[in-house]
């Protein structure tokens, strides 16, 4: 019992010096960080650990709490403390797993639940919604499978719309060097937010990179 307690204080002593490096590298690598054109930053919480490996990808809120989602993990957040309270890991269903779907992207709410933007880099194969229980981060069971030709490059995100009763999704595009050799025109995708159903894709008038 002894050797136990030893243990434990010297893994305690060790994950807070751990913890304060890591408070110190990203505090210096955001020292320099430019102010966001367009937008007033209001508020920062920086996670460190595994706090970080589950708030590295998407992000949404409900107004009370913010919820991230990793490659694998999704956590939840207070917002006005920063205070993860939640974390879930190995959330892919596992049937998902064995088409190879690998990375859980951007993340909405709406009602109750989170709708995640699920796909299978780098083949890009298998894009789909997966939704989960925003109060409990579980799976609902609830999953839709996306028009593979709408996503060949992915499915790295998707926003619910309250109003309109759907869901937009578009693919993931890499910001060219030269901006002349930029590709066509970006698509937004519209789904029917009860069946996911295509209601319509929307042209837009410049390309959309990295979202």
């Known amino acids: 019992m002894v050797q136990l307690g030893l243990l434990y204080v010297l893994y305690k002593k ?3 010096i751990a913890a304060a490096v890591m408070l110190l590298v990203v505090g210096y690598d955001e020292k320099d960080l430019p102010k966001p054109d367009g937008a007033e930053i209001v508020g920062k919480n920086t996670y460190v650990l595994f706090d970080c490996r589950v708030s590295s990808q998407g992000v949404t809120n409900d107004g009370e709490y913010f919820y991230f989602s990793s490659n ?5 957040a207070d917002m006005k403390t920063g205070k993860i309270s939640r974390i879930a890991i190995d959330c892919i269903p596992g049937f998902l797993e064995k088409k ?9 709410y709406y009602n109750g639940k989170i709708y995640a933007a699920v796909e299978d880099g780098p083949d890009y194969n ?13 799976y609902t069971g609830e999953f ?25 999704t578009a693919e993931w595009r890499e910001a060219p060097e030269d ?6 025109n ?8 009860d069946d996911m159903n295509l209601i319509k894709t929307i042209p837009l008038s410049a390309p959309l990179y990295r979202i």
């Open 100 to 108: 190879g779907l690998n990375h859980i992207g951007g993340l909405s």
């Open 179 to 184: 901006p002349d050799t930029a590709e066509e």
């Open 144 to 168: 839709y499978e996306l028009p593979q030709e709408l996503h060949i490059e992915g499915v790295p995100w998707c926003a619910v719309d309250v109003e309109k009763n759907c869901l937009y």
């Open 126 to 138: 298998n894009p789909f919604i997966v939704i989960y229980d925003a109060e409990t981060l579980k």
């Open 72 to 76: 694998h993990h999704l956590g939840k």
């Open 14 to 16: 060790i994950a807070a």
């Open 186 to 193: 970006s698509v937004l995708n519209v789904f029917n937010l």
